[in-house]
């Protein structure tokens, strides 16, 4: 069994822990030769040093806050919910966000381990004066002890995305090169820029996390904002003309969306390719065109080229020279992508 379908059968078999999974992972990430996708897992077994490197779905908001008040005739409330609106927002925010920093290791063992469906997260003795300077003095009950309360199942549901998102990116991997997995180390199977959009897209959800290309980035963002397009058409409508804004919604968006991907796929083709001239350039540097043809069709895989084919014919039977024209160090591979179009070109197999 291939090491990526390996992977994809541990995220769906509740036998494997979430850290073997990863260590799986660490495997594809050396294979891949991808430092961003390796450092994640590394977070992701290791723990977070910081809140500022905690992803999307490990920080949990508007948890509640409980916590016990006594007054001086000895009266008191305990394990009474604290209302939070009278404190300073950045103050709110602090008690009731939680970035969760620990490792899989440590989640898995805090759900398996724990009896109560809520954990207390005790509040620092800092803390307990602010609050009784905002809610005591009113009420002239003194708070002694607070905490956080975090449900259980909001670690469950850590654990459960880390494992649908390695799940989405390995099936994406497999996708592009199905013996991804599985190449000698040192052999590229994979272009870096399609590892870093695919790791954006399935792993981190585009929260910028990754170091993207600037191609990468403009997609996002254009995809993002058509998006917000579609959104507004349905603002102030009733259901009986929802059909009609959203056929021309997409009429309107549909050409641009096409021609905005198909020009970051063409980017980055351009970029890889070269990536590649340069290469050879290093190891021979006296190269003919003819073998540098040869070098391009054999460190180029076959889902690689039949991107760049869908890409220009989709942009046009001029696409070719015009993209030659723009990237003027590729017109050596002026033949090699030309050559693509051929049914019974092997290369393209």
Known sequence: MSLLRHIQDATTDPKFQLADILRMCKILAARLEHLVFN?????????????????????????????????SFGSGWKNCQIPLYPLPEDFRELVSTKDILQSVSALERVVSEANKSVLRLLWPAD???????????????????????IPTHAYVAILD???SRILDFVIEIEAE?????????GTKPIPDQTITYILDRCIFHNNNQTTLSRATIQTHNEEI????????????TNSGNIANKVTD????????????????????AANEIQKLLKQLEQSNPN??????????????????????????KATGEAAIDQFVLENKPLKVAKAAIKGWFQPDNSNNK
Not at 50 to 68: A, F, S, T, W
Not at 127 to 149: D, F, H, K, Q, V
């Open 161 to 163: 995305t880390v494992k």
């Open 249 to 268: 919604s997409a009429r309107q968006q549909t050409n641009p969306y096409i021609h905005s991907k198909e020009e970051k796929t063409l980017t980055e």
């Open 39 to 71: 450092e994640w897992i590394e977070q992701e077994l290791n723990g977070y040093e910081y809140e500022k490197q905690v992803p999307d779905y490990r920080i949990i908001k508007n948890l509640e806050c409980q916590g016990d008040f006594f007054c």
């Open 287 to 312: 190269a003919t065109e003819e073998e540098k043809i040869e070098y391009i069709n054999d460190e180029t895989t076959p889902s690689f080229k039949r991107r760049v084919i869908n890409s220009l």
């Open 225 to 236: 904002c058509m998006s917000d397009k579609n959104v507004n058409n349905f603002q102030g």
């Open 127 to 149: 803390y307990l004066p602010l609050l009784n300077y905002y809610i005591g003095n009113e009420s002239r009950y003194t708070c002694m002890e607070a905490w956080t309360l």
């Open 177 to 185: 090169n199905p013996d991804a997995g599985d190449v000698e180390l």
